[in-house]
């Protein structure tokens, strides 16, 4: 990333976007993305989801992740609002939210989603993982963490826990849902048109056709390539940069249209 530390924030009243990494990702994850957003004049934050980030796995595997994920996403909007340093330039009733796999489960909660993980059609193959053993015990978290100052939502290949329409019931706010072809990660690829059926209000849906899962991710240098080729490397024919510039522009318009 190119960029210059502490310049100034150009306008007042400027839309916000939080971001939401996936399992095992970081905030770094969508930079392309972000800067691309933030060019065009909105606010971007994203963060590191403690325990379930590239330098935390420590909750990973746990249910307690599933809870908590949505409580960072609050916490970081109540940040931006009272505390960050431009709080007084962002305006409060434009706020979009951009979530990748567990991120876009992160997202369908915030909206007033309710998930269902007993009966979630995700594998779930390993019983010695503690969130294979306390779904088994059907002990999942009642409580979660709604956060209705998001107005607006981009998921891509988001993780469904969500495998009725009465868990999706609530969720009303304009969605703009993405879908590899292949998917990966635990994201299988049926489960994102099946959620598209699901939502009450028919999200803006987006098939990617020749993608896998990190697909979304932004475009890897040659060196992440050579360290990272399960994340990096994609399908034979499919260009991940030509593939962005198409993505992050339909994502600003999105947010442009549905944060007015």
């Known amino acids: 990333m190119r960029g210059r530390r502490d310049c100034p924030t150009a306008g007042h009243r400027l839309p916000l976007v939080v971001v939401s990494h996936g399992h095992g990702g970081s905030y770094l994850g969508h930079h392309d993305l972000a800067e691309f957003v933030a ?22 595997a746990e249910i307690s992740e599933f809870v908590e994920r949505p409580a960072d996403i609050k916490r970081l909007v109540d940040f931006m609002l009272d505390d960050a340093p431009d709080a007084a330039k ?46 088994k015990l059907e002990r999942t978290p009642m409580t979660l963490a709604r956060d209705d100052r998001i107005k607006a939502y ?22 703009q849902l993405w879908a590899s072809q292949f998917g990966g990660d635990g994201v299988l690829p049926g489960t994102i048109p099946a959620l598209a059926d699901a939502l009450p209000k028919r999200p803006e849906f987006h098939f990617v056709p020749q993608a896998g ?39 600003l318009q999105f947010f442009k249209a549905n944060l007015r």
């Open 39 to 60: 060019n065009a004049g909105f606010v971007v934050a994203a963060i590191n989801h403690p325990g379930d980030t590239f330098s935390d796995m420590s909750r990973a």
């Open 90 to 135: 962002i305006d409060a009733t434009r706020i979009g939210f951009f979530g990748f796999s567990r991120g876009g489960y992160t997202g369908l909660v915030l909206a007033g989603g309710s998930p269902d993980f007993a009966n979630a059609n995700v594998p779930c193959t390993d019983p010695n993982l503690p969130i294979c053993h306390e779904i």
């Open 154 to 175: 981009v998921l891509a290949d988001p993780l469904n826990e969500f495998p009725r329409a009465r868990e999706l019931e609530n969720v009303t706010a304009p969605i």
């Open 213 to 251: 899962h990190f697909a979304f991710l932004a475009p890897c240098s040659i060196q992440l390539k050579q360290v990272a080729p399960e994340v990096c490397v994609d399908a034979t024919g499919f260009d991940r940069s030509v593939f962005h510039a198409h993505f992050d522009q339909m994502t």
